[in-house]
């Protein structure tokens, strides 16, 4: 496998009225965990990149880590620090953001 973990982040807009988790959000995001990981030398092994629909719209912004397959909803940029030290570098999945199905 070339990485170690690999997070989808979604960056799908919809027109209005429907639900999306949003280009500007999801790239917002997605440059942060970019940024932090570089920051953390962890660019190597996690790769975090934009990705289209992950059919969560009414949870996001949504994200998915592989390869444990863990669906994250309603993820901020503050919440990012955590994602990657308690689950891309502690193996432990946060919990008050993981979607259950």
């Given at each position: 496998?070339?990485?170690?973990?690999?997070?989808?982040i979604c960056t799908n807009?919809?027109?209005?009225?429907?639900?999306?988790c949003g280009e500007e959000h999801g790239m917002a995001l997605v440059d942060a965990f970019k940024e932090r990981?570089?920051?953390l030398g962890l660019q190597i092994d996690i790769r975090a990149q934009k990705t289209?629909?992950?059919?969560v719209c009414a949870f996001g912004p949504s994200m998915v880590v592989?390869?444990?397959g863990v669906f994250y909803g309603?993820?901020?940029?503050?919440?990012?620090?955590?994602?990657?030290?308690?689950?891309?570098?502690?193996?432990e999945p946060v919990e008050?953001?993981?979607?259950?199905?």
């Open positions: 496998m070339k990485y170690k973990k690999h997070v989808f807009q919809k027109p209005a009225p429907k639900k999306s990981l570089k920051d289209g629909c992950l059919d592989y390869p444990e309603k993820v901020e940029l503050s919440d990012v620090e955590e994602i990657i030290q308690s689950h891309l570098i502690g193996n008050r953001l993981r979607l259950a199905f």
